[in-house]
Structures are given as structure tokens and as C-alpha cells.
């Protein structure tokens, strides 16, 4: 089945960019999601792109797909403290059973 | 918001009890989810349902259950709880309609005593 990998910790300036990093293995992967979720709250839909992309622009976020090497990132530009928060990559790998397997997400933190 | 409902929001019971986790999607979506995320295990898949039918089928167990009714709106029903079912249970709705976006409610907190 699918997996999916993400750093634990990332540590980032207040105003600098923010880069997080995930892989996955399922190179039949269809959709690729980032959720935000803040401390004792849910999972909060940020972005997501389908795999025929190699990127997409939403404002300050930026999604990057290499599905060669099954690699998706999330920059995050001109980062502020209410960034703060666990940063999910997801993936479907099958478009008729939407399950979706999620990394262990990766703790944003922004140093003032 | 995200127009994914869930309750209750918070949930304390003892060991051996049941509890009903409700969800309701978001107006139009189909899909409903149910995921559990707890600090040793992350965010688990446990079960998809499809306009009232069983899609796809993840980590569950069996003392758990789920149903999705004629409304849309879906039930997780937790049964023989133990002390490591403790842990926050995500309801989500998706509609291929909308690029395939999933939405996530905001969890019913469980807490088993």
C-alpha cells in the first residue's frame, strides 16, 4: 500500500520561506493534499494537486510535484507566527477507493 | 469552517462502555470518512462510505462500526472501549465534483477512562 514520509520537525525565521518535504511511494497516486492543524484543533484543507501537475499557486503557498521521484513540497512564503502548526501530506493512490494515507505530518515552528 | 459536522466535541467514558460518534458531510458530498489520530499512531483510515455503502475498508476494529444513512449523515459506533481507544476521531466528506477535495471536521475528542 501507500506510504508516506515527512520530516517531524521544521524550524523557520518569521518572514523567511518555508519549505516542507514529503515522499510517497504509490506512483499511481492521483491526488496530493497539505492540511494545516493547529494545536487541539481539526484537520484544516490547504491545498492539494492532481498528479498531472507539477505545480500549483494558491497565494502564499506554493505546491511542487516531481512524481518522478514521487516528491511533493509546500513552500510557504513570507512565513508568520500564525503559521505555527503540523503540516500533513496526503496522498489517494486509487481513484475508485479514496482512501487517503497521510504522513506523520511535520511540526512548523517560526523563530520571531 | 469546512461544513463537515461532528458530535459530540468532547466524550469521557469508562472502560467496557459504547459510544456513537456522529458526522454530518457537507451539503451534496457523498463520501464520508472516518479517521482516528492518536499521539502513537498518527492519523489511522478507518473507514469510507459511499452514498449509504461500505467503499473502502482501513485499520478498523472489529468491536468498532460504522453506517452511513439515507440522509448522508454517518455513525462510528465504538464498543468494548479500552483505555488505548482514547484519541481524537475525524469525520470527512469528499465530492469528486469539487476536484476531489476531502474536508475534515473539527474530531470528537474520546477519552476513555
Known amino acids: 500500500g501507500e506510504d508516506v514520509e515527512q520530516s517531524l520537525f521544521l524550524s523557520v525565521r518569521e518572514g523567511d520561506s518555508s519549505v516542507i518535504n514529503c515522499t510517497y511511494t504509490?506512483?499511481?497516486?492521483?491526488?496530493l493534499y497539505w492540511y494545516k492543524q493547529e494545536p487541539g484543533a481539526g484537520l484544516q484543507l490547504l491545498t492539494y494537486?492532481?498528479?498531472?501537475?507539477d505545480m500549483k499557486q494558491d497565494q502564499r503557498l506554493t505546491v511542487l510535484l516531481n512524481k518522478k521521484d514521487k516528491h511533493l513540497s509546500l513552500r510557504i512564503a513570507d512565513t508568520q507566527t500564525g503559521d505555527s502548526a503540523i503540516y500533513f501530506c496526503?496522498?489517494?493512490?486509487?481513484?475508485?477507493?479514496?482512501?487517503?494515507?497521510f504522513g506523520t505530518g511535520t511540526r512548523l515552528t517560526i523563530i520571531p | 469552517d469546512s461544513g463537515v459536522t461532528q458530535t459530540p466535541k468532547h466524550l469521557i467514558t469508562a472502560t467496557g462502555q459504547r459510544v456513537t460518534l456522529r458526522c454530518s458531510p457537507r451539503?451534496?458530498?457523498?463520501?464520508v470518512y472516518w479517521y482516528q489520530q492518536s499521539l502513537d499512531q498518527g492519523l489511522q483510515f478507518l473507514i469510507q462510505?459511499?452514498?449509504?455503502?461500505?467503499?473502502a475498508k482501513g485499520n478498523i476494529l472489529e468491536r468498532f462500526s460504522a453506517q452511513q444513512f439515507p440522509d448522508l449523515h454517518s455513525e462510528l459506533n465504538l464498543s468494548s472501549l479500552e483505555l488505548g481507544d482514547s484519541a481524537l476521531y475525524f469525520c470527512?466528506?469528499?465530492?469528486?465534483?469539487?476536484?476531489?477535495?476531502?474536508?475534515f471536521g473539527e474530531g470528537s475528542w474520546l477519552t476513555v477512562v
Open positions: 470527512a466528506s469528499s465530492s469528486r465534483q469539487a476536484g476531489n477535495t476531502i474536508y
Open positions: 504509490d506512483s499511481s497516486s492521483t491526488y
Open positions: 494537486i492532481f498528479s498531472n501537475m
Open positions: 496526503a496522498a489517494i493512490s486509487n481513484f475508485g477507493n479514496e482512501k487517503l494515507t
Open positions: 451539503s451534496g458530498d457523498l463520501s
Open positions: 462510505y459511499y452514498n449509504g455503502e461500505e467503499r
